[in-house]
């Protein structure tokens, strides 16, 4: 979808600039009247202009663990009977973040002028849009509790099978650095010592020798060069990477690598069955829930999926089918979806294809780890013992022609 920067006049009479996505300028007007805005302009902003400005701005974003705290304490004071207001004035006192309390300040004084509590979390930006339907439902089902309680519930889950994830990929990466820091030492700083002594020799260097001691002289001559040409390599890449089309890209190649690509769709899989289990279970339409799901998920390509299925549904095509024709999920999710929709448990069938997931990622996770630890052992191995045969060859050489 579109980016468009936004100028606008609250009802205070305050000017504020703001950046939105959506379908069209015309539904992104209608949303920002029905929030009491007054819009003075809508310009769309090109695909690249949004994503370099992304890079190089100041990121105004709440962490999740600092989020998933503030929910625990905003529910247990709703579920002890104080109210909405009062609530959020007791946790603004303990919030350290600036943006964080900024923003809280701002719905509670919206929530004082009469606005909705849903609408006034929706209307700051830096909140999850899955968190403002969550509250959209408590409201008008007046359980309001139990649904930040399940939004809880929800966020722990999708923290646990994240931290899982980054604790499993840790160690590989640890040794892909350490390779690569020992590799550039080797070279930079070790190799040049012997150039003096192997060019006075008066037989050719062996080959691998040759090989080594050229890469070490291009480092050393021609480093910074390449440190520049990586590093604007890196933007280019980062700022393609933020368009419509780079994020797809990207998305679909990971997708196909190997071990890696498997476990990423699955964690895609369980955080998009999980987030519309937990919509659906607090009484919002499928469809409501999908449409947020596409500006939630995080994946582009399941957002575009996720498009064509709200289309479908809307035409009479019943979930599941819609669901199996984008190729995304695995036959088993497909068959639980379609049991719990037509016995009418939906949202307890998409909770347990996301647990069913889960243990998949869990099991690929020790899959991984217990190839990779190997394979990357063995390439350090080659790697150092690659630049000790360079410089022992040579020697090794000169023995042999010695002992003749």
């Known amino acids: 979808m579109p980016d468009y920067r936004c100028r606008l006049a609250s009802a205070s009479g305050e000017i504020i600039e703001r950046d939105y996505t959506a379908d069209d300028q015309d539904s992104l007007r209608r949303d920002l009247e029905k929030q009491d805005y007054l819009v003075l302009s809508i310009q769309r902003r090109s695909s690249m202009a949004s994503a370099a400005s992304g890079i190089f701005r100041r990121k105004k974003a709440i962490k999740v663990k600092e989020f998933l705290i503030f929910n625990q304490e905003f529910g247990a004071l709703l579920k002890a009977g104080l109210p909405i207001i009062e609530s959020i004035s007791l946790l603004l006192e303990r919030r350290k973040n600036p943006v964080f309390k900024a923003a809280l300040e701002d719905v509670r004084d919206r929530v004082k002028g009469g606005e909705a509590l849903s609408d006034a979390f929706a209307a700051q930006g830096v909140f999850p849009p899955l968190f403002s339907s969550t509250l959209a439902s408590g409201e008008r089902s007046g359980e309001l509790p139990t649904v930040i309680g399940r939004y809880v519930e929800y966020t722990q889950k999708v923290l646990e099978v994240r931290k899982k994830v980054v604790a499993a990929l840790t160690y590989p990466v640890i040794l892909v650095c350490f390779s690569v820091l020992l590799a550039g030492l080797l070279l930079i700083f070790v190799l040049p010592r012997f150039e003096d002594f192997f060019s006075g020799f008066n037989s050719e260097l062996p080959l691998l020798t040759r090989i080594v001691m050229t890469i070490s002289e291009t480092l050393r001559s021609e480093g910074l060069f390449i440190l520049g040409g990586v590093a604007v390599l890196l933007v280019l890449f980062s700022v393609w990477r933020r368009t419509p089309a780079g994020a797809r890209a990207i998305e679909r190649l990971v997708y196909r690598l190997p071990v890696i690509g498997s476990i990423v769709k699955k964690f895609v899989q369980t ?62 999710a497909i068959e639980m979806i379609k049991v719990g929709e037509s016995s009418g448990s939906l949202p307890d069938m998409l909770t347990s294809v996301s647990d069913f997931v889960d243990q998949e990622i869990d099991h690929e996770l020790q899959t991984m780890v217990s190839l990779f630890e190997p394979v990357l052992l063995v390439g350090m191995a080659v790697i150092v013992g690659s630049m000790l045969l360079a410089i022992y060859l040579p020697l090794l050489q000169i023995y042999s022609q010695a002992t003749m």
């Open 271 to 332: 955080r998009f069955c999980r987030t519309l289990g937990t919509l659906v279970a607090g009484g919002i339409p499928v469809v409501t829930s999908l449409e947020v799901l596409t500006r939630s998920i995080g994946a582009a390509v399941f957002a575009d999926a996720t498009h064509r299925v709200v289309g479908q549904i809307r035409e009479g095509a019943p979930l599941w089918s819609s669901l199996e024709k984008t190729g995304l999920f695995p036959d088993m």
